[in-house]
């Protein structure tokens, strides 16, 4: 009879870790939930660095992520959506920078907030916009001289 209790009380022990991560998980996580965001589309010359998933700050502050990235093919620029989380306004003369981490770190997105009393719509479009700057090209710039 105790290695029947002994194995109830492992399997309790093992249901309710499993329930205190789930519950934990969620906490991080939203749950699934939406938070009465919206989103807002930008349209940039190169993204690179950034992907589906990536955050979108202000002031350094993660408010919301990278939801779609697509080709316009008669414009050949990259046509990002992203959501901004419920709550946080944007003027609607605000400018959209792919900004890095550092000089090894990856890419994010921010968001430059102006001055406007007027603020975007769901589904607008930003369009002051500054692409990423490749790394790559300007030690190129540096090593000929500036020509390129």
Do not use: C, H, W
């Amino acid at each position: 009879m105790s290695a029947v209790r002994t194995e109830a009380f492992v399997g309790a022990a093992v249901l309710a870790a499993a329930a205190s991560f789930l519950i934990y998980a969620s906490q991080f996580t939203d749950g699934g939930r939406s938070d009465a965001g919206y989103g807002l589309t930008a349209s940039f010359r190169s993204i690179e660095g950034v992907s589906v998933g990536t955050d979108v700050r202000l002031a350094g502050v993660k408010i919301g992520t990278v939801t779609d990235i697509q080709l316009d093919p008669l414009t050949f620029r990259a046509e990002t959506a992203f959501s901004v989380n419920g709550g946080i306004e944007l003027p609607d003369d605000s400018a959209v920078v792919i900004s890095s981490e550092g000089l090894l770190g990856g890419n994010f997105v921010e968001i430059l907030p102006g001055g406007s009393p007027f603020n975007f719509e769901p589904g607008a479009e930003i369009e002051d916009t500054q692409s990423s700057v490749s790394l790559v090209s300007l030690l190129l710039k540096f090593v000929s001289g500036g020509d390129e």
